[in-house]
């Protein structure tokens, strides 16, 4: 029953005649569509490219629009300082960042077993303050520059203000004033006195013997500067200074001859001065009278970089048409947090 059933509808498929679909007839007195895209855009509104640019500038786009160009653009290479990458740097959640130092331990002594135990001090706080600011830049390009130039306009931008913004912040992080910038470890007072006898926030120096210059025996001189950071800073401490200062030193020998510098071993691996890294900033200064051009210390103990966000670029096409605005900020700050852990020297006679 079920296989006549079957037969059956299998041969009133076979009379079905499978033909095209019919186009639908277009209205009386109008014709097919073209394929021109202007004809498009008048019957049915379809938005068609249009642009406008003029080469009559070069330095302000015109030499981004010739017929051929290079799609990678070379650019001069700014000295970046390092301080970030040997610092410490923490995220914050607003500009009101504050951190607690103690000075000095808790008081001890000593007893016998019966003896009696008297009231020992506490140990005094100290409360840093990071001094921030806004780092900002907001440069411009025209819609038809953005349409028209034969390389990413919008990532060029970008890598650009991270390279400047990279530059200005280091340069801060080393000299900064501290007054809408971070302050930098060489804006911090200076002085003379020992560790036990100088005041927090403090940095010692110790003087190169001669003013401008190093005086005799300059290997006993960044010993007794490497020497005068007590023994628990000096693990993962490091010499900065820029590649003037650290061309003379390449230059300097011992007694028996032998370079105090010593090349790094492998590709990447900083070079070492009696024995530890040897970090180039170019933002030190360069040696004169009185300049403190070179630090030795260990900089993640010693300098604070407090940092609100990434850098951030907002594009803004709607405020200057028909220019589109890239306004870039980044807050960040710093300043010394242990005044123990970072020493100067300061060329000068005393």
Known sequence: MIETKADALEASFEGVTM?????????????????????????????????????ASGDSGGYAVPKEIDAVIDATLKSV????????????????????????GTPSGWASETGSRTETGTP???????????LYANPSASQAMLDDALF?????????????FAAAEGSAFVSGTGTNQPKGFLSAPTGSAGDATRGFGTLQYLASGAAGDFGSKPDERLIDL??????????????????????????????????????????????????????EAEDMPDIAAN???????????????????????????????????????KRVGGCVSNSEAIKLMKFAAS
């Not at 990413?152 to 400047?164: F, Q």
């Not at 604070?304 to 870039?328: C, G, H, M, W």
């Open 152 to 164: 990413d306009v919008e990532d060029w931008l970008a890598n650009e203000i991270a390279r400047e």
């Open 226 to 279: 490497v020497q005068s950071l007590r023994s628990p800073y000096r693990q993962g401490a490091v010499f900065v200074m820029n590649s003037a200062t650290a061309a003379r030193i390449r230059k300097f020998k011992t007694a028996d001859g032998a370079f105090l510098w010593q090349p790094g071993l492998a590709a990447g691996q900083p070079a070492t001065l009696l024995g530890y890294p040897v970090i």
């Open 19 to 55: 033909t095209a679909p019919v186009a639908r007839p277009v209205l009386s007195g109008a014709r097919a569509p073209g394929g021109a895209a202007f004809e498009g855009f008048l019957r049915s509104g379809a938005s068609v490219e249009m642009k406008s640019f003029t080469g």
């Open 124 to 134: 005094s706080f100290v409360e840093l303050a990071p001094p921030m600011g806004d």
């Open 291 to 329: 300049s403190l051009s070179i630090a030795f210390g260990n900089f993640k103990a010693g300098y604070l970089i407090a940092e609100r966000q990434e850098t951030q670029i907002l594009r803004d096409p709607y405020s200057n048409k028909p220019f589109v605005n890239f306004y870039a900020t």
């Open 81 to 104: 300082s390092p301080i970030r990458a040997i610092a410490n740097v923490v995220k914050v959640g607003s500009a009101g960042y504050r951190k607690l130092v103690t000075t000095g």
